[in-house]
């Protein structure tokens, strides 16, 4: 970088930029696109009937507080409306609270697979990433305490975890929060909450509720089929809400993508139809994928991570080829520090029945009946 031109803030040039999964393939014919974590079933009809109404105004502007929209979301989960925050994508809010608390000097902790736009608002903002090992593919709270130092000021959790789908019981959860120093802002990111059906899993509301340094995230990108409307929402305590309303954009969302949030979450049945499809074909991936001999490390999203052996002629990168030759894509992760592993998104039955033949003919077991 030479004197004579704009120089970008410290770090920028250093960060590696998020690559999506891939989505569109040369040649003709229609592709099976599992790379995404988006849902087979779209978005509920009450959705796309409420963005078309909405789509006769578009000369108006957007509520700036997005008010409906939090107060659909206040009466779904008993919250106060005051205390949250809408954004565009959850993406947003994690950007937002990176560079509201977080600069030159400071550190933010997240674990080893964790998603990647965590060390991207930590070091746009300035800021040193910091890695925290995991266990069994699974964040580790002592590893993550073991990381703290003075310096600390923002960890970042994604449970259910992206791409390994494993999550942290809420007791673990509760002891990680209980052990941070109360200048340190827990950050729950919490995009697949929607599909943990355990006992022993919650969100974080009841932590954000009980304390002051803990946000929870929220997406309606998953589930609800809204992904290309760029819908999130982050539960605060007051004083962290008020920071994220000073500091994000006066009409971060469009009326459109509020009118369409409002209908999604009021649309239960449908919601909940979404859930039991997953449960079940995750299930059945994960059986089929142990069939073939690989490794599926237990998810309770809507996605499977699946491990290939070691032999370079069946590794995840031929994996991905072959399937790519018969136009399905899946996600490579090697990004996310998974060299031969593969990212399957649960889809619809037929998808995830041909993405699995596909996979018996790459293994050599072409002929097996599914």
């Known amino acids: 970088m030479t004197s004579d031109r704009p120089k970008p803030k410290s770090g920028i040039l250093q960060i590696d930029p998020y690559v999506p999964g891939k989505s569109e393939l040369p040649g003709s014919g229609p592709v099976i696109k599992l790379s995404s974590n988006e849902t087979p079933f779209g978005p509920s009809p009450k959705a796309i009937a409420a963005y078309q109404r909405a789509a006769k105004e578009l000369q108006l502007y957007p509520d700036g507080s997005a008010g409906e929209l939090r107060a659909a979301i206040s009466a779904q989960y ?16 994690l950007n937002l609270l990176a560079n509201a608390y977080l600069g030159p000097g400071d550190e933010a902790i997240y674990t080893k697979h964790g998603f990647l736009v965590y060390p991207i608002a930590i070091m746009a903002n300035g800021a040193t990433p910091v890695v925290a090992d995991e266990t069994n593919f699974t964040a580790d709270v002592d590893a993550i305490l073991a990381k703290l130092s003075d310096k600390t000021r923002m960890v970042f959790l994604a449970n259910p975890n992206n791409p390994t789908g494993t999550y942290l019981p809420f007791d673990e959860i509760k002891r990680l929060q209980q052990e941070l120093p109360a200048k340190v802002v827990l950050v729950l990111d919490a995009a697949y909450a929607e599909y943990v059906s355990k006992n022993d899993y919650e969100a974080g509301i009841e932590l954000v ?6 946000v929870m995230t929220r997406t309606f990108s998953k589930i609800y089929g809204l992904a290309a409307l760029r819908i999130g929402w982050a539960y605060c305590p007051p004083e962290i809400a008020d920071v994220l309303n000073r500091i994000r954009g006066p009409f971060n969302l469009s009326a459109p993508a509020i009118k369409a949030g409002v209908a999604a979450l009021n649309d239960r049945a449908f919601m909940q139809e979404a ?10 991936v994960s059986a089929e994928c142990a069939a073939l001999g690989l490794c599926v490390t237990p998810s309770v999203a809507n996605f499977v991570l699946i491990h290939f052996p070691g032999d370079l002629a069946k590794s995840a990168h031929k994996a991905d080829d072959f399937l790519l030759s018969k136009r399905i894509v899946l996600r490579r992760v090697d990004s996310y520090h998974f060299k031969n592993a593969l990212r399957m998104t649960i889809g619809s039955d037929e998808e995830c029945r041909a993405t699995m033949t596909a996979l018996k003919e790459f293994l050599g077991e072409a002929g097996a009946s599914l």
């Open 209 to 214: 509720a009980t304390c002051k340094n803990v």
């Open 275 to 284: 859930r039991a499809h997953t449960e079940v074909w995750r299930d059945w």
């Open 78 to 93: 008993g919250l106060n409306a005051d205390h949250i925050v809408c954004g565009s994508g959850s993406d947003e809010l």
